[in-house]
């Protein structure tokens, strides 16, 4: 039996929201993992990549994110496109973000560049 997918998504939030608006914003996103990698540079928040089904669907993820971190990756910043044709890599999974043993979810935030982060309690 194959492994599950992790993948993890970061961001610089521009707007200072806390963590519970974070992981208010993220409880019930999904989207499909696959083999196209979509990457947002040149913004203020950093530089932004997701594994996706399809150019489409990375760009909403990303677009997702830029919602609760106060970025229009549309108008700010640029976006790249690769992929892979490797089927070790870019497999199709439904991607959710985890639930720990607690019911929490896995969001975290911190307010810096270094040291550990917030998690939710």
Not at 3 to 30: I, N
Not at 60 to 72: F, K, L, N, T, W
Not at 101 to 117: A, F, Q
């Amino acid at each position: 039996m194959a492994r599950p997918l992790r993948k993890v998504l970061k961001y610089r939030d521009q707007t200072g929201a806390t963590l519970e608006e974070h992981t208010a914003h993220w409880a019930e996103f999904t989207w499909e993992a696959g083999p196209v990698i979509v990457t947002h540079k040149d913004g203020l928040w950093g530089v932004v990549q997701v594994w996706a089904v399809s150019v489409e669907e990375g760009k909403r993820v990303i677009r997702h994110a830029a919602e609760i971190a106060g970025v229009d990756p549309d108008t700010t910043g640029r976006w790249e496109i690769s992929g892979t044709a490797n089927p070790r890599y870019g497999r199709r999974a439904t991607m959710a973000v985890k639930i720990l043993r607690e019911g929490y979810l896995s969001v975290t935030k911190r307010d810096g560049p270094s040291g550990l982060p917030d998690v939710a309690a």
